[in-house]
Every structure is written in structure tokens, then in C-alpha cells.
């Protein structure tokens, strides 16, 4: 399964390895690393269902459904109908 969030599209992105010593590392590079979402597996109860649904959202995903309500949004992502 690939680490992309279902709700806000995040995947995971490839950056520097540099730490907050970037004289230590200017000389001896450390290359690049993949950093990843902060993704969760949930088992949400929707209401308007009746039933439970498991996603697997970021973090961000999640203050979002929050915020909006977890039906609207996943009907927006095209999860449910």
C-alpha cells in the first residue's frame, strides 16, 4: 500500500539529511532521505452510515475530518457515497 493520504493527497517526499550542524555535515554530506506522512490506520463510526469505516489518513487528514465532520469529508474524497 502506498503512503498517500486518501483525504489531503500528502505523500511522502525525498529532502537533505542535514541536521541543525551544518558545518559538521557541509564536509561530509549526508545524503538525501525519504521523509514520510504521518499516516494512521482509523476505524471511524459515521452516523449518517450507521456503520464503521477504516481509513488510512494523516494526521492532517484527521483535523480535517474534525473540523468538517467525517462524512462530508470522506464523501468528498470519494469513499464513501
Given at each position: ?8 493527497g500528502?505523500?511522502?517526499i ?68
Amino acid at each position: 500500500m502506498a503512503r498517500e493520504c486518501v483525504i489531503t493527497g500528502k505523500k511522502s517526499i525525498v529532502g537533505g539529511g542535514y541536521s541543525n550542524r551544518v558545518r559538521a555535515t557541509k564536509y561530509n554530506p549526508t545524503g538525501n532521505r525519504r521523509r514520510q506522512v504521518n499516516m494512521q490506520k482509523k476505524t471511524l463510526f459515521v452516523p449518517e452510515l450507521g456503520k464503521r469505516i477504516t481509513v488510512y489518513v494523516s494526521a492532517k487528514g484527521l483535523k480535517t475530518m474534525h473540523k468538517r465532520g467525517a462524512y462530508k469529508t470522506l464523501k468528498e474524497a470519494g469513499l464513501v457515497k
